[in-house]
């Protein structure tokens, strides 16, 4: 570490395991307590027992000081004495003081760093280049407040479970970050309380580590009806999936759409009318609706309030109309709650809810998989998939953080061009419809950690083995996606390959859609 660290005072360091510590030749020994953080590193220290440095001082100038261990607090504490009130006369006082000096050094740096010699120019030279030239970067990087390169260095000791290094670094972090200011500083805040929540094992309690109250259900509705409105995002997910459905029936009499996570029902008011308007008339529309937890809260009631919502909009443009309510978790359908029936034509929709799915990385019932190749058994026409383009599911921590720092700041961004920093709703935007999400892909291990995205690459894989073919989508649904963008600024960009459409904010892709049979 550079000289720099070293004339910085001392902060108080909570909950830290001294990685490198080894054995004094005392009676004062370290112990260790095994408690694994979401890495499987250590991060505990026990308190039975505990190294101290007795009163000493270095100068006849300047008050003496002692510095210690102490077993409450697992922390170092620095205690000032008055001026003149201790001196080292003798040579081998300043000996033995060395001595203990060396000893405490050991125990936090471990045995390669001489704490006295730290002061020393000459240090740099016993040190790894890499380590030194790291330390050198973040002692740039700071003044400038480059908080993209403070969050993935911050990521890293974490990941390296150095936790010296990573309290240090979210310290200078909190300094930086704000809820309310440019969007990477926004992104930030979510991105530390989620390093933080990792770090105290709190990071299944979401709504505690982000310190914020549920909203109530109108509230939270509104949020979520304002971040479709702002950005393309979900419009060009369900008119992407649409098209295709609409390209598909259009010469169907009979039409059953199985949605697995129907929310508000929103996605199919377009493509009702849509039917209404088809020459020769308008099929009989069956829509299955399957639940989840947050569209129920937020709509403050059952599927049924879905089901009369579309039902009185059908009747007003005459289009034949039922509608199927599951009320069970996508994770728990089986074909028997789906209510096939002969003579219609199927539809099954997979819009922004299948990275909720576990897949074979978090439990043997892989209900990733076991969705996919139950919905081939059913024989459907069109199955429409949206995703959120980005890889959180099985990546290691560190390229986890770094991916979605990538990701989450290009969205971050395209907000803040629509929904202006002084609008006073836009933080409960973020934080009640990103921010959880940000927190659980950070903080959020094993069954717990539900946001589990994948790239359109490995959804493709995942379709092929469950008997999937591609099916392109048309150029009319191209090109209705085309004039949707116009509404919206002009850094947004939209790609067509491998048979999938691709929305991204400059060069970064953000949402795929792609259809299969």
Same mark, same amino acid.
């Given at each position: 570490?550079?000289?720099?660290?070293?004339?910085?005072?001392?902060?108080?360091?909570?909950?830290?395991?001294?990685?490198?510590?080894?054995?004094?030749?005392?009676?004062?020994?370290?112990?260790?307590?095994?408690?694994?953080?979401?890495?499987?590193?250590?991060?505990?220290?026990?308190?039975?027992?505990?190294?101290?440095?007795?009163?000493?001082?270095?100068?006849?100038?300047?008050?003496?000081?002692?510095?210690?261990?102490?077993?409450?607090?697992?922390?170092?504490?620095?205690?000032?004495?008055?001026?003149?009130?201790?001196?080292?006369?003798?040579?081998?006082?300043?000996?033995?003081? &060395?001595?203990?000096?060396?000893?405490?050094?050991? /125990?936090?740096?471990?045995?390669?760093?001489?704490?006295?010699?730290?002061?020393?120019?000459?240090?740099?030279?016993?040190?790894?280049?890499?380590?030194?030239?790291?330390?050198?970067?973040?002692?740039?990087?700071?003044?400038?407040?480059?908080?993209?390169?403070?969050?993935?260095?911050?990521?890293?000791?974490?990941?390296?479970?150095?936790?010296?290094?990573?309290?240090?670094?979210?310290?200078? !972090?909190?300094?930086?970050?704000?809820?309310?200011?440019?969007? =990477?500083?926004?992104?930030?805040?979510?991105?530390?309380?989620?390093?933080?929540?990792?770090?105290?094992?709190?990071?299944?309690?979401?709504?505690?580590?982000?310190?914020?109250?549920?909203?109530?259900?109108?509230?939270?509705?509104?949020?979520?009806?304002?971040?479709?409105?702002?950005?393309?995002?979900?419009?060009?997910?369900?008119?992407?999936?649409?098209?295709?459905?609409?390209? +598909?029936? &259009?010469?169907?009499?009979?039409?059953?759409?199985?949605?697995?996570?129907?929310?508000?029902?929103?996605?199919?008011?377009?493509?009702?009318?849509?039917? +209404?308007?088809?020459?020769?008339?308008?099929?009989?529309?069956?829509? #299955?609706?399957?639940?989840?937890?947050?569209?129920?809260?937020?709509?403050?009631?059952?599927?049924?309030?879905?089901?009369?919502?579309?039902?009185?909009?059908?009747?007003?443009? &005459? /289009?034949?109309?039922?509608?199927?309510?599951? +009320? /069970?978790?996508?994770?728990?359908?089986?074909?028997?709650?789906?209510?096939?029936? +002969?003579?219609?034509?199927?539809?099954?929709?997979?819009?922004?809810?299948?990275?909720?799915?576990?897949?074979?990385? =978090?439990?043997?019932?892989?209900?990733?998989?076991?969705?996919?190749?139950?919905?081939?058994?059913?024989?459907?026409?069109?199955? #429409?998939? =949206?995703?959120?383009?980005?890889?959180?599911?099985?990546?290691?921590?560190?390229?986890?953080?770094?991916?979605?720092?990538?990701?989450?700041?290009?969205?971050?961004?395209?907000?803040?061009? #629509?929904?202006?920093?002084?609008?006073?709703?836009?933080?409960?935007?973020?934080?009640?419809?990103?921010?959880?999400? /940000?927190?659980?892909?950070?903080?959020?291990?094993?069954?717990?950690?539900?946001?589990?995205?994948?790239?359109?690459?490995?959804?493709?894989?995942?379709?092929?083995?469950?008997?999937?073919?591609?099916?392109?989508?048309?150029?009319?649904?191209?090109?209705?996606?085309?004039?949707? !963008?116009?509404?919206?600024?002009?850094?947004?960009?939209?790609?067509?390959?491998?048979?999938?459409?691709?929305?991204?904010?400059?060069?970064?892709?953000? =949402?795929?859609?792609?259809?299969?049979?």
């Amino acid at each position: 570490m550079s000289n720099t660290w070293y004339c910085q005072p001392l902060r108080k360091l909570e909950g830290y395991s001294l990685q490198h510590c080894q054995p004094l030749n005392s009676p004062q020994l370290w112990s260790y307590s095994n408690i694994a953080n979401g890495n499987g590193c250590s991060i505990l220290l026990s308190q039975d027992r505990f190294c101290t440095l007795e009163s000493s001082t270095l100068t006849a100038n300047h008050s003496a000081s002692t510095v210690s261990l102490s077993p409450n607090e697992s922390s170092l504490s620095h205690q000032d004495y008055p001026a003149g009130g201790l001196q080292i006369k003798e040579e081998e006082d300043v000996s033995e003081l &060395k001595h203990k000096l060396k000893e405490l050094e050991t /125990v936090m740096f471990g045995p390669d760093v001489d704490f006295l010699e730290t002061y020393d120019d000459s240090v740099a030279t016993r040190l790894a280049s890499a380590e030194i030239d790291s330390w050198r970067q973040l002692m740039e990087v700071i003044p400038r407040g480059d908080l993209k390169q403070l969050l993935t260095a911050c990521a890293k000791a974490v990941s390296n479970c150095d936790w010296l290094m990573a309290q240090w670094l979210m310290s200078e !972090l909190r300094q930086l970050v704000s809820v309310s200011g440019a969007p =990477v500083q926004r992104l930030g805040a979510y991105m530390l309380e989620g390093l933080v929540a990792l770090m105290s094992t709190s990071g299944s309690s979401i709504n505690k580590s982000l310190k914020l109250r549920e909203p109530a259900s109108f509230e939270l509705l509104s949020y979520m009806h304002m971040l479709y409105e702002v950005c393309p995002y979900f419009k060009f997910g369900y008119m992407s999936a649409n098209g295709a459905i609409a390209e +598909a029936m &259009k010469d169907e009499n009979r039409v059953h759409i199985i949605d697995f996570q129907i929310g508000q029902g929103s996605q199919w008011i377009p493509l009702i009318q849509a039917f +209404a308007a088809r020459p020769g008339g308008p099929p009989h529309i069956r829509i #299955t609706g399957v639940d989840d937890i947050t569209s129920a809260y937020a709509r403050g009631g059952g599927l049924n309030m879905v089901g009369r919502r579309l039902a009185k909009l059908a009747q007003a443009f &005459k /289009v034949p109309f039922t509608f199927h309510a599951v +009320a /069970v978790p996508a994770c728990e359908v089986r074909a028997e709650n789906l209510g096939i029936r +002969a003579g219609e034509a199927l539809a099954v929709n997979f819009a922004f809810m299948l990275h909720r799915m576990a897949d074979e990385s =978090v439990s043997t019932e892989n209900h990733r998989d076991r969705l996919l190749r139950m919905v081939k058994g059913l024989n459907p026409k069109v199955v #429409t998939l =949206v995703e959120h383009e980005l890889n959180t599911n099985t990546a290691a921590f560190y390229p986890r953080f770094v991916e979605a720092l990538d990701y989450y700041t290009a969205m971050f961004e395209s907000i803040d061009v #629509t929904l202006k920093r002084e609008h006073k709703e836009r933080i409960n935007v973020e934080q009640h419809c990103l921010a959880r999400d /940000v927190v659980n892909i950070i903080a959020c291990e094993g069954a717990e950690r539900v946001e589990r995205h994948e790239p359109h690459g490995k959804w493709r894989s995942r379709f092929t083995m469950a008997g999937f073919s591609p099916n392109p989508l048309s150029s009319l649904v191209n090109a209705t996606i085309k004039t949707l !963008l116009q509404n919206y600024c002009d850094r947004y960009s939209l790609s067509e390959r491998d048979g999938a459409l691709f929305l991204g904010w400059l060069n970064r892709d953000l =949402v795929a859609a792609s259809a299969w049979k």
